[in-house]
């Protein structure tokens, strides 16, 4: 029987993927995260498929971490706040070394620990568990706090989602930040202007999102979420507002279900699990796209 790495790497024609490649690593994110919601029956793929690249610029460009000594003290921190596109950061963790690619296959079975929402819990790389929405930026902003307090430059990264963004914690947390003058301290937004059941705007509206992030003290800029050149320039800005004082955000404007034609801006795929004819579908299109 052919391995699940095999499988999924089988587009590549026994060559070794170049998970370095912010382009490939998205990639192998969208097609991991297609097996592991296939084999898993799970669900989420449309919000793992959206947050792709931002999550390969950060391992592949940005985050200072080291997968032969995860627990370095002075890696920078990244905490998925979105925990149900867990998917997305365990197959990027594994495709650039962190454990092997092989171990993808158990995610969400009975006893694996790659649950479905992203745990901490012998996972190597992996700072904390999330899922329950509206709290990793908390998170994120109580480690921004301590690194400063201990005269320490590494940074933290925090990825939310739109929908969270509804929370009150999430603007109780902004409002810290900017009186804590944690500088140090990015939060990406994935906006891919959807949420469990609906759009953004029929559920609880957020624009004008920019402006209010400027209001509540934070650097705001807002980029295409899948442009990994334009991410990187925002990410370059972001690490660039060091000694401002004031948190910075990046608002990326994505597609929910994005690479997937009949899965782009489809609510069902918030929940829904690609089997069958829908399955093979997608890993046709998925495979055509193979940078």
Known sequence: ???????????????????????????????????MAHLSRGSHIGSVFSVAEIIAVLYARVLRVDPAAPKMPDRDRLILSKGHAGSAVYAALAETGFF??????????????????????????????????????????????????????WRTFVVLGDGECDEGAVWETALQAAQFRLDRLIAVVDYNHMQSLDFVKNTLA??????KWRDFGWNALSCDGHDVNGLEKAFAWAEGN??????????????????????????????????????????????????
Do not use: C
């Open 100 to 153: 092997p690619v092989e171990e993808l296959s158990t995610h969400y079975a009975n006893g694996s620990r790659l649950s479905g929402h992203v745990s901490h819990k012998g996972v190597p790389g992996v700072e904390v568990s999330t899922g329950s929405l509206g709290h990793g930026l908390a998170v994120g902003a109580g480690m921004a706090l301590g690194a400063r307090m201990d005269s320490e430059a």
């Open 242 to 291: 060091a000694g401002t004082g004031r948190p910075s955000v990046i608002l990326a404007n994505t597609v929910k279900g994005k690479g997937v034609s009949f899965m782009e801006n489809d609510i069902l795929w918030h929940y829904r699990t690609p089997q069958g004819e829908e399955y093979e579908a997608a890993l046709r299109e998925l495979e055509a796209q193979r940078p």
């Open 206 to 211: 957020l624009e004008p999102f920019e402006s």
């Open 1 to 35: 029987m052919e391995s699940y790495e095999a499988r999924v790497h089988s587009a590549f024609g026994g060559r070794t993927p170049d998970a370095g490649d912010p382009r490939v690593l998205a990639w192998l994110i969208r097609r991991n995260g297609l097996e």
